[in-house]
Structures are given as C-alpha cells and as structure tokens.
C-alpha cells in the first residue's frame, strides 16, 4: 500500500487505532499550518482583484480529489453555445507543459497543442468541445485577456473557487455526495482545501453523483449548506456514462457507441483520477461487469512500461477488455505499447445530467451576467 493510500484510508477510519492515531495528531499539526498558508494567501489574493470586460463563471470545490469539474464545465459550454454564446475555458493545466507560462490549446477551431502540453483535462475538454477555445496556464488574469482577443463573450474559469486574484461573477461549487466534507478536516488531515465557512462565497451548490447516495444523506448535505448560505440555490446532478467507445475512434471523436452491444462484459479497470471508486460504480452503471480495478494517482503520466504492466495483469484475469476514462485517454492515445494489444480498449464516457428544472436554473444564473 502507497502512503498516500495509507493516508486516506486513515483520514476516514473512524477508529484507526494507537498508530494510526499518533500519525493523525502529527497531521493535525501540519493541518494548523495549512490552514494558517491558506487564509493568508486568500487575504493577499483578493486585495488586487482584476475584473475582466466579460463575465467570469467559476467551476470549483471545496475538497481534494475529483468532484466532477471537468463533466460539469463541458455542459456548461454546450448550454451556453446552444444558446447563442461564445464561452473560452481557462484552466490552470496542472503539471502540463504550460502550467507556467500559459498557452492556448484550442483557440476554438482546431486543437493547436500536443495532450503534455496542454494537460489531460484541458486537452479532454478541448476534444469534446469543438468551437470552444481553452487556454491553460497559472496566471488565469494573462489567459482571460487572451480569451477575449480570441472572440470568447463569457469565461468558465476551471477549478476557480480558490483562484482570488480574477473576480469572479458567478461561483458555482460541486459537492461530491460520496464525500462531501472532506472528512471535516483541512488537508493533509483531511480533505478540505480550506475552511469550510468559504461555502460562503458561493453563488450556486450542484450535487454530484447524488444517485450514489439515499435521500437522507443527501438531506444531511443540503442542511450543511444552508447553514452558510441559507438562500443560495442546491441543484442535484449525476454523472451518467452515455458512449463507450474503441479508444483510436474516441482519438478521432467517432460517434460509434458500443455501450448496449457490450451489456455484462467482463472488464479490467483503469484509472488514474482524484475518485477510482467512483469509476467503478460508473462502469457498473453503464451496464458493465467490472472484475478488477487497477488505479494510480491523480493525473498519473503512463509510460509503455505501465502498459506493458498492465497487459501482464490482464493476462491473468478474463476480461473481455481494458476500460479508462477520458481523463486518462489523453494521456495513453501516443503510447506505442497499446498498439501491440489483443485485447481491446475503450473509453468510458460520462456527462453530468440534471432535472429538467435545475438545468434552467443554472441555465439562469449564467444568464443573468450577460
């Protein structure tokens, strides 16, 4: 077991005995110091807040680990080019090759970067988003000014809900029902990447993967909510996987879907995303039958030995084929090990999905800035 799996398995333990209870109260004091960075910078962030010409929306949460932002920002984008807008999305492009000095990875036509340049969700989001332009980079202030050169009349700022120094007009923040509160503590005890009094701030809750969740639960979570912010709107959504597709026919954005031809097949997981588990209920979901799960760390870079790895595990189980996600397509597409393979892969694809009801309330909460 890897430490930082030692560690999250212990973060949720609710009796983790005497070492595990010595560990947890050293990261307790790391917690205290944490916090302490956090408030701190968050004060100087917002002393010199830039307002851009256009509207900014802002995609974020409050805990570490996937909560649907990437699902979540592509909905966003397609309702507002449905109705007429011109959306760009700025994303800091974590651990890319231009996550220090920026860089445009779709200026809205075509995709103009290489999947380690751009990132592997800016690149995702680029590929499902034809006409949407995506730029990537730490100085979001730099990104946004690009944006409006390039014709966009509304931002999606990508995991803004800590990101101070762009203002922001509307803050929508995901709640991941599965765990929404990072188990009550500040990391690296917990979760949380700051106090949760910052729920404050926003403008919009969404739920995420609430059919994971029985309603009592989800009850709970809506009464945290409201009381830090008692009006603020609660929409509900799930992530639904809708396509799974032959992975050099997702490369090229082929419509063919396999998904009801392929209902029971057995199935060897791949991931490597902030919530592995919650792959595993969306493969299930989608009417597959997973028989094994293999996960790495959050935005993990595959090599052709980890392929190599992962094709001698396959061989030793009966699955039919090798299943991942989108996020980690992007980064296995030029892998020349997969080219050698018997045994098929396909990319799972999800969409966020909400009621009729609440897809027009956000629709009028994006509105209501233009």
């Known amino acids: 077991m890897g430490l930082e799996r030692y560690i999250l398995d212990l973060q949720k333990n ?11 109260s050293g990261l307790a004091i790391l917690e205290k110091i944490y916090k302490a960075g956090v408030i701190y910078k968050q004060k100087k962030m917002s002393r010199h807040q830039v307002k851009p010409e256009i509207p900014v929306v802002s995609v974020g949460n409050i805990t570490a680990g996937g909560t649907g932002k990437t699902p979540c920002i592509i909905e966003l984008a397609k309702q507002m080019k449905a109705c007429g807008k011109q959306p760009a999305i700025l994303s800091r492009g974590y651990k890319s090759g231009f996550e220090r000095n920026g ?9 103009i970067a290489e999947p380690e340049m751009a990132g592997d969700e800016p690149y995702m989001m680029a590929l499902c988003l034809p006409g949407v332009p995506v730029l990537v ?5 730099l990104s946004a000014k690009k944006a409006v050169e390039l014709g966009a009349d509304i931002l999606l700022l990508d995991d803004g809900f800590q990101y101070r120094p762009l203002k922001h007009d509307l803050e929508i923040v995901l709640i991941d029902c599965t765990n929404p509160f990072g188990y009550g503590h500040m990391l690296p005890r917990g979760l949380l990447r700051e106090p949760l009094d910052g729920l404050a701030r926003a403008h919009l809750f969404i739920l ?15 009464k945290t ?3 830090y912010g008692e009006h603020i709107p609660i929409l509900e959504s799930d992530h639904v996987p809708y396509a799974l597709t032959l992975l050099e026919d997702w490369e090229k954005q082929k419509s063919h879907n ?14 490597g995303i ?6 595993w209920n969306t493969a299930a979901k989608a009417g597959l039958c997973p028989i094994e799960h293999l996960s790495f760390k ?8 980890d392929i190599k790895e992962i094709f001698r595990k396959l061989e030793h189980t009966d699955a039919e084929m090798l299943v991942i996600t989108e996020k980690d397509a992007v980064k296995m597409i030029k892998l020349q090990e997969l080219k050698k393979s018997v045994i098929p892969v396909y990319v799972l694809r999800i969409k966020m999905k909400y009621t009729e009801m609440d897809s027009q309330i956000l629709q009028r909460a994006w509105e209501k800035l233009l």
């Not at 902030?274 to 792959?279: D, I, Q, S, T």
Request: charge should be negative; hydrophobic fraction near 30%; aromatic fraction near 6%.
């Open 208 to 222: 995420t993967k609430c059919s994971q969740v029985d309603e009592e639960t989800k009850y709970d979570i809506k």
């Open 103 to 111: 860089g445009i990875v779709s200026a809205g036509e075509e995709i």
């Open 258 to 271: 396999e998904m009801e031809q392929r209902q029971g097949a057995k199935v060897f997981l791949l991931s």
């Open 298 to 305: 959050d935005h993990h870079a595959y090599s052709d030995e």
């Open 274 to 279: 902030g919530n592995p588990a919650g792959f």
């Open 225 to 227: 909510l409201h009381s």
């Open 137 to 141: 980079g730490k100085d979001r202030i």
């Open 14 to 24: 609710p009796a983790p005995g005497t070492a595990g209870k010595v560990i947890l």
